[in-house]
């Protein structure tokens, strides 16, 4: 499988981690992806490609491409045989200020590009990509899409800044001391964070605070679980199973043999952080 990813020029360097390429076989139909504080925008370019939200029973079909923001708990994608793309890892306040919509309307809720773009936009970025010289290219294009849409979103700054002390925090902040801080009410912070991010602070914060906990983990070595929890804040080992099953989609024993499977079975796979089997 072929993975490129660069960093954007400003100022979408502000909004996104990287700009990425995919191409290949998957090294799984079907991959469980925990709950991380991002998100994500794909332009399909292969078959389509199957995605199942964290609140959904079954999968959706994406043939154009799929706009996902930050993830409240797993979610699943199912990669078509050969599958070819590109995309975006957005920050949390990413996506906003390409949504013609509040980010809260697309809460866990998955959609196609041409739901957010139309479709003239999607189909004429869709074919400039397949002409494209190259991986390079395709994500300078795609770059300058970007840059050509980008708008104004209120309370961009303010959510900015409060998510980026949260980040730097890992998610261990007082989130009404926050509010202070920023010389905002806890209402108004939350407002606009459910409009920009499509979660609460403090949501946001859980989402970091569980994220850095899991990645902690080293599978190769064995894992004091009760130690992981209460560096992770906290002191009931069922609400911590609760919250584990929640943002990886599996139980804390069973997350430890599926990464241990996918190392494995695939050793130093672009895709070995994060994705996890779902078969």
């Known amino acids: 499988m072929q993975y490129v990813s660069r960093l954007p ?14 191409e290949g076989a998957p090294p799984y139909p079907r991959l469980t992806l925990p709950a991380m504080a991002g998100a994500l925008l794909i332009v399909n370019l292969g078959p389509p490609f199957r ?15 799929v706009v996902v923001t930050t993830p409240t708990g797993a979610w699943e994608f199912g990669y078509p045989p050969g599958t070819r793309s590109v995309g975006v890892h957005f920050k949390p306040w ?12 697309l809460r866990d809720r998955p959609v196609t590009l041409e739901d957010v ?11 400039r990509l397949a ?9 300078t294009l795609l770059e300058d899409q970007l840059v050509r849409m980008l708008d104004e979103t209120a309370g961009l700054a303010l959510v900015r800044h409060t998510s980026s002390v949260i980040a730097a925090a890992t998610g261990a902040v007082a989130i009404g001391e926050l509010s202070a801080a920023a010389g905002v009410s ?10 920009v991010v499509g979660v609460t602070p403090k949501r946001l914060a859980r989402t970091y605070r569980f994220t850095a906990t899991v990645l902690a983990i080293d599978p190769a070595r064995p894992v004091d679980w009760v130690q992981l929890a209460l560096r992770a804040g906290y002191y009931d080992q069922a609400h911590f199973g609760h919250d584990f099953r929640a943002f990886t989609g599996l139980t804390p024993t069973r997350y430890l043999d599926v990464r241990r499977r996918f190392l494995r079975e695939h050793p130093g796979h672009v895709l070995d952080v994060g994705p ?4």
Do not use: N
């Open 94 to 105: 990413g996506p906003a200020p390409f949504l013609p919509m509040p980010a809260s309307e």
């Open 51 to 65: 995605v199942r939200a964290c609140t959904d029973l079954k999968a959706a079909e994406f043939a154009d491409g």
């Open 131 to 139: 002409t494209a010289a190259g991986p390079q290219e395709m994500l």
């Open 276 to 279: 996890l089997p779902a078969d």
């Open 9 to 22: 020029r400003p100022p979408l360097d502000g909004l996104i981690d990287d700009l990425y390429y995919l």
């Open 186 to 195: 806890s209402t108004h912070l939350a407002k606009r964070f459910k409009e």
């Open 117 to 127: 773009w139309g479709r003239p936009t999607v189909a004429a970025l869709r074919d």
